[in-house]
């Protein structure tokens, strides 16, 4: 995350490099993004309130919201783990393990969604075990949080590892000779080191989860008011043609979401100065 | 088959090149189950197209959900003509974009329908449960898959057959609203198609019962064996009448009209028929149909103009926003 610096910079090429940037966010971001905005333009705010706060399109938010938050902060806890362990052990197949890592960004979504389907439903590797015990993870509110869990894990460890590198041992050699036991070495001296690309991984993974729809329709099972997603819901209307109802659903949520990740955005640069050396 | 493709183009090509033939290309736009179905139409349409005019006709195929499919039409998928699940998907051409005029169904014998199909049941060998019509999909530890009646057309169907069944078993429309409010209580999942749903059955071994086409029940007992599957025929259904257009606007800038016209003409006719027959569709022709008694059971058929007052209706009543579907789910 870089910030605007206030004093003109001594590397030229500012006002092109921008004025490339800004025509390009345009482009690819903000154009499609505003048509959004355009088509519920045309709605009156009866309808529109109708259309987002139906008890079915609440009961999506609630389901995507929280699935998502739990799964972004459980990534952030195991991605803390794996990031550590990839960047300060060596072990053998630590290149596999690696590359394991990436997997849930480069599988399509849908084969994520079956596979985790098939090994959780009641016939599946691991569901044949689980059923009879009365835990049910394909086609509950856990199925999804599991989807959404899946592919957010390489947000965080990704984000965490060249920072994690950068960290070399000699601090933490410095802080133990400096009288400082383990525990504030951890809590002192590395995590606040860690903080800020741990929120950011975080916002990443949180965020991709509330838009993820591939993996989840698949374990979700979709039952109205119980695990439907609100991306799902989106679908749903336009299959009735509702193309006005579907976008704006697809306003709140983009409203939400950036709302959320420049919260997340400005908690980081809060974090950050708090800790800057 | 590689070798084969090589062949029919290189033919294809001498031919063009000798008989100075016009190639002309249509685009079909159709729902998921016809894909079998097309592939067989499209090789005799476009033989029987050649002996005709001369001119060689390549027909492509884009499958997909009904509702989808139609979306993609309308904005802007250059289909020379759809064959979808259901007519609510047809009648959106004409009343989101005016791609077809409003009477586009009195055009075509029958409603436009060249062939019908029905909804039934696929249980597991042996039935364990013991189903046999619609009551028993109501009963308490019961399990039965459908999908999603606001994402899948032919969920529709199923919900609509339920409906009647128990409108006229019970009496009135609200025996058929109780009747789905309970057997909406037995459905574990609801997948977003009829495929969808089908898998999660024969795959994933979730539920007792699945309710589905009859041409997908057929289908699941020839890929997935009828040693291990069931069809279990209620004794009243819907006759689901899966509608064809051209569209107009698509075929008057490509100039195909009259092609695709034949081509959709050409599925009444006795070939045409035939092939439907042989993809577990039922033909209209009563001829035709005859020599397929053996293979489609004979059970009452309602259909949904007499019962629902036609797709639109009853799109509107039970599955638009608010309607009856969501009630039962919003108690």
């Given at each position: ?19 490339f940037?800004?025509?390009?966010l ?47 902060l ?18 053998p ?24 389907t ?54 933490e ?25 741990l ?64 919260v ?14 | ?18 008989a ?37 006709v ?12 139609a ?5 802007g ?9 259901l ?81 006229h ?10 009747f ?11 997948d ?52 064809v ?14 092609v ?28 035709i149909?005859?020599k ?40």
């Amino acid at each position: 995350m870089s910030f605007v610096r206030a004093q003109r910079s001594v590397l030229p090429g500012f006002g092109l490099s921008l004025g490339f940037t800004l025509t390009y966010l345009s482009l690819i971001v903000l154009i499609p993004l505003s048509a959004a905005f355009i088509k519920t333009a045309g709605m009156s705010w009866a309808d529109f309130m109708t259309a987002v706060a139906s008890p079915r399109v609440m009961a999506s938010y609630r389901l995507s919201f929280f699935a998502s938050l739990a799964a972004g902060l459980v990534n952030s806890f195991f991605g803390l783990i794996v990031a550590w362990v990839l960047v300060r052990y060596s072990f053998p197949g630590k290149r596999v393990v690696d590359a394991l890592v990436d997997l849930p960004f480069a599988l399509p979504t849908a084969v994520a969604g079956i596979a985790l389907t098939a090994i959780y439903s009641k016939n599946g590797w691991v569901g044949q075990y689980l059923e009879p015990h009365g835990i049910k993870i394909a086609f509950t509110e856990i199925g999804v949080f599991m989807a959404l869990t899946f592919i957010g894990l390489p947000f965080v460890v990704r984000t965490l590892q060249p920072v994690l590198s950068e960290l070399e041992p000699e601090i933490e050699e410095a802080s133990a000779t400096l009288g400082a036991n383990r525990w504030q070495t951890i809590t002192r001296v590395i995590l606040p080191e860690l903080l800020p690309p741990l929120i950011t991984g975080f916002a990443l993974s949180f965020a991709r989860a509330l838009g993820e729809y591939g993996s989840v329709v698949f374990i979700s099972g979709n039952m109205p008011m119980r695990t439907e997603i609100t991306p799902l819901l989106i679908i749903t209307k336009l299959e009735q043609y509702d193309y006005h109802g579907a976008t704006a659903i697809a306003v709140v949520m983009l409203v939400a979401s950036f709302s959320m990740l420049l919260v997340i955005n400005l908690l980081q640069k809060w974090s950050r100065r708090y800790y800057q050396v | 088959m590689k070798f084969k493709h090589y062949i029919l183009s290189f033919l294809a090509v001498a031919a063009t090149a000798l008989a100075q033939a016009k190639s002309i290309e249509l685009l079909n736009v159709s729902y998921d189950p016809t894909r079998e179905l097309y592939v067989n139409y499209n090789k005799a349409f476009a033989a029987h197209w050649k002996t005709q005019t001369g001119d060689d006709v390549i027909i492509k195929q884009s499958h997909g959900g009904s509702g989808k499919q139609a979306r993609g039409v309308i904005d802007g998928l250059q289909a020379d003509v759809v064959t979808l699940a259901l007519a609510a998907d047809v009648d959106a051409l004409y009343a989101n974009a005016k791609l077809i005029p409003q009477d586009w169904q009195k055009r075509l014998p029958e409603n436009s329908t060249p062939y019908t199909s029905t909804i039934v049941f696929v249980v597991r060998k042996g039935n364990p449960k013991g189903i046999k019509d619609w009551d028993d999909l109501i009963k308490p530890g019961v399990s039965v898959i459908t999908p999603n009646p606001k994402t899948s057309g032919g969920a529709r169907w199923n919900y609509l057959a339920a409906w009647a069944y128990a409108k006229h078993k019970q009496g009135g429309d609200e025996g058929g609203k109780a009747f789905v409010t309970a057997l909406y209580k037995n459905v574990p999942v609801l997948d977003s198609g009829a495929r969808g749903s089908t898998t999660t059955f024969v795959q994933r071994g979730i539920g007792d019962v699945a309710i589905s086409w009859e041409n997908e029940a057929f289908l699941v007992l020839k890929e997935f064996g009828a040693d291990q599957y069931e069809i279990v025929v209620p004794s009243l259904s819907i006759l689901a009448e899966p509608p064809v257009s051209i569209v107009d606007k698509v075929v008057k800038k490509k100039g195909t009209e009259a092609v695709a016209k034949a081509y959709l003409e050409y599925l009444y006719s006795d070939e045409g028929q035939d092939i439907a027959g042989r993809n577990f569709y039922r033909p209209r022709n009563p001829t035709i149909a005859a020599k397929y008694d053996n293979v489609f059971p004979k059970l009452e058929l309602v259909t949904i103009d007499a019962e629902f007052g036609g797709w639109t209706k009853a799109q509107k009543t039970h599955f638009a926003d608010g309607g009856v579907f969501d009630q039962i789910y919003q108690k």
